[in-house]
């Protein structure tokens, strides 16, 4: 009897055992044991990029879905949620279908500048414009929108600068333009003022003249990376003497510091810029021998990409540059012998095809600045 009765407790006691073994084993998401989950037989959850499944009482995993998609209780891993009607692709705006998949295209965004199913751009008003200044202190826009290359006369700027380095009245040499819509007009005697582009208004910007040699430059505001709406104005110039010979440097937008960067190679007219909001640097260097526009590397001053343009017809009497839609316009006043005057024209250039177009011509402007912000297209459409 006694050995019989302690046989049924080590029987018991191994089928005790073997009930917790199996137990255990139906288990498939420790997850759920370690946060103490309950769950209905049937029911399904999304936690952050997994699907689950309530089994038996425990959560057991269904779908693990990719870093680019959305869990979604019913539908699993999908590409965008049905809930909301438009959503972002990357940086392109689309319709999300029933099914979770992306549909048509509604807009294509600037990069970084899809956020939350819309186009988002914290920019100023008119700030897409290319805006311009020319030796008579007039400020206009230019829109190149649509083919119709829209010159308008917005009038005259009034600003306190000093004399010329060459002596005389000091008029405009450069111009550029933040993503506030607000020309930073730099004039040949090396002050730099902030222009308010609706109503003209005039201040000085505090820049300190003569930093590091750079007396006269061209300008250009770029992009610190992509999708990012942070940017630095970089500079190529020196001494208002010798305009053909310089270095580039960058101007920081809070405190004006100037700090060289490299030279600059050596070119019969030094370079004008412009910049884009995928964090590009471009020039233009005129010329009637050497002449070209370049993708600059913004850490050494020198051409990273150079692509050759036509040489000019005459003498370089001014010039400006702008970027705008994936084109780059080029504003130049060359004595041209064959008319026995200044012409002003406007030319587009293409990166894609190399081709240059004239779009104006004999303007009433000799234009010494373009400025165009970070906020402008990055691509047509």
């Known amino acids: 009897m006694r050995g019989s009765a302690l046989w049924l407790l080590a029987s018991l006691f191994v089928m005790t055992l ?53 869990c979604d209780t019913k539908l699993g891993c999908i590409a965008c949620s049905p809930r909301l009607p438009k959503q972002c692709d990357g940086d392109n ?9 992306f549909g048509d295209l509604v807009q294509k965004c600037d990069p970084g500048m899809c956020k939350g199913g819309t186009c988002i751009n914290t920019c100023g008003e008119n700030a897409d414009l290319v805006y311009l200044v020319d030796e008579q202190y007039r400020l206009l826009s230019f829109n190149p929108r649509d083919g119709k290359n829209e010159l308008k006369l917005l009038g005259n700027i009034s600003c306190p600068a000093g004399p010329s380095f060459g002596g005389g009245t000091a008029t405009p040499f450069s111009m550029s333009v933040d ?11 090396g002050e730099i003022f902030w222009v308010n582009t609706k109503d003209l208004s005039c201040k000085p910007s505090g820049f300190v003249t003569r930093q590091n040699g750079f007396e006269t430059f061209g300008m250009g505001f770029v992009t ?44 019969e007219y030094g370079p004008e810029l412009t910049g884009t909001g995928r964090a590009e640097l471009w020039a233009y ?31 370089v009497r001014a010039w400006a540059f702008a970027h705008w839609g994936g084109r780059f316009y080029m504003f130049v006043t060359v004595f041209d012998p064959a ?10 250039f293409s990166p894609d095809d190399g081709t240059v177009t004239k779009i104006l011509d004999n303007l009433p402007y000799i234009i010494v600045g373009a400025g165009v912000s970070t906020c402008a297209p990055v691509i047509i459409g």
């Open 18 to 70: 073997g009930c917790s073994a199996n137990r255990s084993n139906d288990v498939e998401d420790p997850y759920a044991l370690a946060h103490g989950e309950e769950c209905s037989d049937g029911e399904l959850s999304c936690g952050g990029n997994v699907r689950k499944q309530c089994v038996r009482g425990l959560w057991q995993t269904r779908n693990v879905c990719l870093p680019t998609q959305i």
């Open 285 to 315: 260097f005129p010329g009637m021998s050497d002449c070209f526009i370049a993708r600059m590397d913004k850490t050494t001053g020198m051409p990273a990409q150079k692509y050759p343009l036509a040489s000019l017809p005459g003498t």
């Open 224 to 267: 610190d990376g992509l999708g990012t709406e942070a940017e630095t104005l970089f500079v190529t110039g020196g001494s208002f003497l010798d305009p053909g010979k310089g270095r580039m440097a960058q101007v920081d937008k809070m405190s004006l510091m100037l700090t060289p960067i490299g030279a600059l190679p050596n070119t």
């Open 179 to 189: 993503r506030d819509a607000r020309a930073w007009v730099l004039y040949n005697s």
């Open 339 to 348: 008319l026995g005057r200044n012409n002003s024209q406007v030319l587009m």
């Open 93 to 101: 705006l689309r319709i999300c279908q029933s099914d979770g998949s």
